[in-house]
């Protein structure tokens, strides 16, 4: 009954469950129903910090209260700020605010054309992706991820995308044509089911693209912002893009993205070749630094990295424990995935029923996406959860078994 279709004139699009909430804090959630939830999807990796952190809140209403908005059309200092901190953590020399994970990624791929072009390459329009992506669901992010039941009756697939197997170099070569012009990975998966792409192959790529002038391209909305343990998964891997897009957890809740590129990767984009009315505004910028402020802070992306290994140590012996539920325990740093051997919605409704919530991926993966910010007293509530839901599920199976004999 939880999941029964809520009437509601909401387009359709999305298979929601019949929860909803009204305040968080942390790494809890409250619904409506006064129920608590522990928060392990962080809205999709978005609530990097939880919920109402209080300097997150201090910065938006001190912000609200001078300037939410103005246009492009004028210098915006928090913006200048907000991208030079940017720069100087990272590769990047350039910044362009958007508003979303797509957006920063149609900005990459628009940099990267534009960069062959105005280097006397026009035909080199291609962007080589790889199978399990997800780059978003605009028609060019879209045909970027190459995935058929997302692109299925939207009409022609944006043209330039050349799509293969992640992991395999060679396929890579083969790929590699005259209208060629860049590389586009996550350097891990997120909704491809929390696949890490191993350092030795983005090095492959990094090489190939140095060897036939083409533009290495990060997609990290997902795996940035200290997510990985590192600012960026990039700096973990020591392969270094010209271009990385980001978003989800950079506005800490507010909506925001980036895509940032190298001087020479950016150096076709002059004025008023892309824009954005909202991207970067005030009120957005005051965010951005905001979540910068508590990332960057010394000490705070070891604590990402000690929570994970704690974490991941918990799950392996569950893994152990419960070989009938999960099968394996992976990703980097605070993005985790659990591969379930019972199909990964029945882990996370039987995770709700705990009153922990978690998001599936592809590959029969559930996703764990806790808020940066967690203890160790968090981690043993989700490890009693999660426990507690797998005892479950296990005796189910055995029961079925059971009936089947
Ligand atoms: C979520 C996501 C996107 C799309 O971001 P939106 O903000 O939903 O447009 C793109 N790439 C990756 C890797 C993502 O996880």
Redesign the pocket.
């Known amino acids: 009954m939880a999941s029964q279709p809520v009437t509601s004139h909401l387009l359709p699009t999305y298979a929601r469950v019949d929860l909803a909430f009204e305040r968080g804090e942390g790494a809890w959630l409250t619904a409506t129903n006064g129920e608590r939830y522990l928060d392990f999807t962080s809205g999709?990796?978005v609530n990097a910090l939880g919920h109402a952190h209080p300097h997150l809140v201090e910065a938006l209403t001190t912000q609200a209260a001078k300037l939410w908005h103005v246009s492009n059309l004028y210098r915006i200092p928090e913006g200048e700020r907000l991208a030079a901190r940017l720069c100087d953590a990272t590769f990047a020399d350039k910044v362009f605010f958007t508003n979303?994970?797509?957006?920063?990624?149609e900005c990459a791929i628009k940099m990267a054309r534009k960069y062959q072009s105005v280097s006397g390459h026009p035909e080199r329009f291609h962007i080589i992706t790889f199978e399990g992506?997800?780059?978003?669901?605009?028609l060019a992010?879209l045909a970027a991820g190459g995935q058929k039941k997302y692109l299925e009756g939207f009409g022609p697939v944006v043209e330039g995308f050349d799509q293969i197997p992640a992991g395999d170099i060679e396929a890579v070569k083969r790929a590699i044509g005259p209208q060629t012009g860049g590389i586009l990975i996550?350097p891990v998966?997120?909704?491809g089911g929390v696949r890490v792409i191993p350092a030795s192959f983005l090095k492959g790529l990094r090489q190939l693209c140095d060897q036939h002038g083409l533009l290495l391209i990060f997609?990290?909305?997902?795996?940035g912002v200290g997510r990985t343990g590192e600012l960026f998964a990039y700096q973990k891997s020591g392969v270094t893009p010209d271009i990385l897009?980001t978003?989800?957890g950079i506005g800490g809740g507010f909506?925001l993205?980036a895509c940032l590129g190298s001087e020479e990767a950016a150096k076709g984009m002059t004025a008023g070749t892309h824009g954005s009315t909202f991207g970067g505004n005030p009120l957005a910028m005051a965010m951005g630094n905001a979540v910068l402020d508590i990332i960057l802070a010394p000490g705070f992306l070891q604590h990402v990295r000690d929570m994970a290994l704690l974490f991941k140590q918990r799950l392996a012996e569950l893994q152990d424990r419960f070989p009938q539920v999960i099968s394996e325990v992976r990703g980097e740093g605070l993005l985790i995935g659990l591969k379930a051997v019972v199909p990964a919605g029945d882990l996370v409704n039987a995770l709700r029923d705990e009153k922990m919530i978690t998001v599936s991926a592809g590959d029969n993966v559930v996703r764990l996406l806790p808020p940066l910010i967690i203890g160790e007293e968090e981690i043993a509530t989700a490890t009693g959860a999660i426990e507690r839901a797998a005892e479950r599920l296990t005796r189910a199976v055995k029961e079925a078994r059971g009936a089947a004999s």
Do not use: C
């Open positions: 999709i990796a979303s994970g797509a957006e920063a990624l992506a997800f780059h978003g669901r605009t992010t996550e998966q997120g909704e997609d990290e909305v997902q795996s897009s978003a989800k909506p993205g």
